[in-house]
C-alpha cells in the first residue's frame, strides 16, 4: 500500500520534472504554488483542473509546512477543501483539527496518543488549529488529550478570543479560560487577549479575561484567588506538593479524569502509585477537584483522607465548616476561590449534600449568591439536586428565581430545571416564590 510519504516524495519528483528544476521563474511558478494561490483565493475551477491532472497536489503545502487543506479551511474556502478531501486525502491530526472531524482525531488518538503535542514548522499545535478554526468541540477534545493550553508560539487563546464569529469565540475562548489558559497572553505584535477581545467588543470575554486574572483597571469585576487552594489538608495542615512528581503527565491525566466518575478505577490507579493524589492534570485540576466539583462526596473524602490538599471548595463539599471558617477568617480574600472550571465557591454548597449552614456563612462572608458555575447560579444547582433549604436561603439573599442558564442546550430557569429533575418539593418552593419555567 502506497503511504503519504510515499506520495509526498512521488509528487515533488513530478513537480520537478514538470517545472524544469532550477530553470523555473516567477513567470512560470511550479504547479505546487499555482495550486497554493488557486486554494487560497478559491479559485475552484482551477482548483479542480489540476488535482484532476495531479491529484498528488492534494498533499501539497506551503514553506512553512502547511498542507492545502488546513489553509482551505483556515482561508474559509470549504468548496475547495471538499474537493481537495474527496480525492483520497487520508486527513492528519492538524487537519482534523481545523475541519471539526472528530471522528478522525479519535481514530488517530488510537495509535498515537501524544498528538496534542504534534507540532508544525511554525510550532503551532492542533489546539491552534482548532481554536483558529472555529472548531470548539476538537479545542475541548485536544484539552482533554493534554494539550498546553497555553503553548507558544502565541497561545492558542489568542485565536479563540479573536475568532470572527462571537458565540464560537466565547464558547472556545471561556473553555480554555475556565481550565487556566493564560489570560495575559500575548501575540507577537504586543496585543494581549484583553485588547483582542475590546477590539472584537466581545463584552463576556472582557469580563471573563479579567475575572481570570487580565491586567486591567476593573474593580468592579471579581477577580478569581487561589491564594489558599494547595496549601493545606483536611485538618488545616500545611500541604507541599509538586504538579508531576515524575510521573507522565498522562498517567496524572488518567488519573484525574477516572475521578470524575469512577471511584473504583481511581482507587486502584492510587494503590498503584499513591503521589498521584498530589498531581495536578494539564486541564489544572487534581483528581480531589475533579470528584469535589462532580458532587461525589465519598470520593473527595477519601482523597482528603489521604492527605491530598483540600481548598475551601473542597472543604465546603465535604462540609468540614470548621475548616471553611478558619480560612476565610484568615485569608478573607478566600470568598473569591474558584473550584476546578471556574466553578463558584458558593455553589459547593449545593454539589453534593447540601450544606446550608456553610452557604449562610459564605453569604454574610460576600459570596455572590448570583457567581455562576459552568453558566449556572447556585440557585439552578440547589433546584437540580433537590435542595430546598438552600434554595430558601438563595431566595432570601436575592437570587434570581427566574435566571436562565443554558443546559443541555436549552434555556431554563431553575424551577423548569426542578420540573426536569422530577424535585416535587423544590418545584412546589420555587412555584411558590414566583418562579416561572
Known amino acids: 500500500m502506497t503511504n503519504r510519504r510515499e506520495i509526498l516524495l512521488a509528487a515533488g519528483a513530478a513537480g520537478m520534472l514538470a517545472g524544469g528544476g532550477a530553470a523555473e521563474t516567477k513567470a512560470n511558478p511550479l504547479d505546487s504554488e499555482k495550486f497554493r494561490q488557486a486554494v487560497l483565493t478559491g479559485d475552484l475551477p482551477t482548483v479542480t483542473l489540476m488535482l484532476d491532472r495531479d491529484p498528488a497536489l492534494r498533499y501539497a503545502r506551503d514553506s512553512a509546512g502547511v498542507s492545502v487543506y488546513t489553509l482551505a479551511c483556515l482561508k474559509g474556502q470549504p468548496k475547495i477543501a471538499e474537493q481537495i478531501a474527496g480525492r483520497g486525502l487520508v486527513l492528519d491530526i492538524f487537519e482534523a483539527a481545523v475541519s471539526g472531524?472528530?471522528?478522525?482525531?479519535?481514530?488517530?488518538?488510537?495509535?498515537?496518543?501524544?498528538?496534542?503535542?504534534?507540532?508544525?514548522?511554525?510550532?503551532?499545535?492542533?489546539?491552534?488549529?482548532?481554536?483558529?478554526?472555529?472548531?470548539?468541540?476538537?479545542?475541548?477534545?485536544?484539552?482533554?488529550?493534554?494539550?498546553?493550553?497555553?503553548?507558544?508560539?502565541?497561545?492558542?487563546?489568542?485565536?479563540?478570543?479573536?475568532?470572527?464569529?462571537?458565540?464560537?469565540?466565547?464558547?472556545?475562548?471561556?473553555?480554555?479560560?475556565?481550565?487556566?489558559?493564560?489570560?495575559?497572553?500575548?501575540?507577537?505584535?504586543?496585543?494581549?487577549?484583553?485588547?483582542?477581545?475590546?477590539?472584537?467588543?466581545?463584552?463576556?470575554?472582557?469580563?471573563?479575561?479579567?475575572?481570570?486574572?487580565?491586567?486591567?483597571?476593573?474593580?468592579?469585576?471579581?477577580?478569581?484567588?487561589?491564594?489558599?487552594?494547595?496549601?493545606?489538608?483536611?485538618?488545616?495542615?500545611?500541604?507541599?506538593?509538586?504538579?508531576?512528581?515524575?510521573?507522565?503527565?498522562?498517567?496524572?491525566?488518567?488519573?484525574?479524569?477516572?475521578?470524575?466518575?469512577d471511584f473504583e478505577k481511581m482507587k486502584l490507579l492510587q494503590k498503584m502509585c499513591p503521589t498521584l493524589i498530589m498531581t495536578r492534570a494539564t486541564w489544572d485540576e487534581l483528581a480531589i477537584e475533579a470528584a469535589a466539583h462532580m458532587g461525589l462526596t465519598p470520593m473527595a473524602q477519601f482523597l482528603a483522607d489521604l492527605g491530598a490538599p483540600v481548598s475551601t471548595c473542597t472543604a465546603t463539599l465535604v462540609g468540614e465548616q470548621a475548616l471553611v471558617k478558619r480560612l476565610v477568617s484568615e485569608d478573607p480574600a478566600c470568598i473569591r476561590e474558584r473550584g476546578a472550571h471556574d466553578i463558584a465557591l458558593l455553589s459547593y454548597t449545593a454539589l453534593g449534600n447540601q450544606h446550608v449552614e456553610i452557604a449562610e456563612f459564605l453569604l454574610g462572608a460576600g459570596a455572590d449568591v448570583h457567581a455562576r458555575s459552568l453558566g449556572q447560579t447556585s440557585l439552578h444547582i440547589a433546584a437540580s439536586k433537590g435542595h430546598v433549604e438552600l434554595a430558601q436561603l438563595f431566595l432570601d439573599h436575592g437570587a434570581d428565581i427566574n435566571a436562565t442558564a443554558n443546559v443541555r442546550g436549552a434555556s431554563l430557569t431553575p424551577l423548569a430545571v426542578a420540573v426536569q429533575a422530577k424535585q416535587e418539593k423544590m418545584t412546589a418552593l420555587l412555584k411558590q416564590r414566583g418562579g416561572r419555567s
Open 101 to 261: 472531524d472528530s471522528k478522525r482525531a479519535n481514530e488517530i488518538a488510537k495509535d498515537d496518543p501524544g498528538l496534542a503535542h504534534h507540532r508544525l514548522p511554525d510550532g503551532r499545535t492542533p489546539l491552534h488549529l482548532a481554536a483558529e478554526a472555529g472548531k470548539p468541540a476538537l479545542v475541548i477534545f485536544f484539552a482533554m488529550k493534554g494539550a498546553d493550553l497555553s503553548a507558544g508560539p502565541e497561545s492558542p487563546l489568542l485565536a479563540a478570543v479573536d475568532y470572527p464569529e462571537h458565540a464560537l469565540a466565547s464558547e472556545m475562548s471561556i473553555f480554555l479560560l475556565m481550565n487556566a489558559s493564560d489570560p495575559n497572553a500575548r501575540r507577537r505584535d504586543g496585543k494581549t487577549a484583553l485588547q483582542l477581545a475590546v477590539a472584537r467588543g466581545y463584552d463576556d470575554l472582557v469580563h471573563m479575561l479579567i475575572h481570570r486574572g487580565a491586567e486591567a483597571n476593573a474593580p468592579s469585576v471579581e477577580r478569581v484567588y487561589y491564594g489558599r487552594r494547595y496549601t493545606q489538608d483536611l485538618h488545616g495542615n500545611p500541604v507541599t506538593r509538586e504538579d508531576t512528581y515524575g510521573i507522565p503527565q498522562d498517567w496524572i491525566n488518567q488519573f484525574v479524569t477516572v475521578a470524575h466518575f
